[in-house]
C-alpha cells in the first residue's frame, strides 16, 4: 500500500498562484503514475495533471499553459505549480500514485475568489 499526503492548499485571489505538494511512502515501485485529480461538490473527480516515473506529462485541456506538474523520483513527491488561477479552479485537489495498486491523497482545498 502507498500513502500520500498532501500539501499546500488554501485561499487565493484571481490571477495568483498555489503549489501542491505531495509526499509519497511505502510499496513504491516502478514504472508508476504519479498525478493531481479534482472534485467539486456534486461532480466527477476530474484529472488534472499526471506525470509518469519516466517523466510523460499529461494535463486536462482546461489547465494548459497555467499548470505545471514535477516530480521527484528519488524522494517519491510529486507537485503541481499553478499559476493564473480562476474561480473555476475552486476544488479539492486529490494526489494519486498508479501502480500495482491505486491510492489517493486526503484531499486538499484550493478556492480561488474572483
Known amino acids: 500500500q502507498v500513502q500520500l499526503v498532501e500539501s499546500g492548499g488554501g485561499l487565493v485571489q484571481a490571477g495568483g498562484s498555489l503549489r501542491l505538494s505531495c509526499a509519497a511512502s511505502?510499496?513504491?515501485?516502478?514504472?508508476?503514475?504519479m498525478g493531481w485529480y479534482r472534485q467539486a461538490p456534486g461532480k466527477q473527480r476530474e484529472m488534472v495533471a499526471v506525470?509518469?516515473?519516466?517523466?510523460?506529462?499529461n494535463y486536462a485541456d482546461s489547465v494548459k499553459g497555467r499548470f505545471t506538474i514535477s516530480r521527484d523520483n528519488a524522494k517519491n513527491t510529486v507537485s503541481l505549480q499553478m499559476n493564473s488561477l480562476k474561480p473555476e479552479d475552486t476544488h479539492v485537489y486529490y494526489c494519486n500514485y498508479r501502480g500495482v495498486r491505486i491510492s489517493w491523497g486526503q484531499g486538499t482545498q484550493v478556492t480561488v475568489s474572483s
Open positions: 511505502g510499496s513504491i515501485f516502478s514504472p508508476n503514475i
Open positions: 506525470i509518469s516515473s519516466g517523466g510523460t506529462t
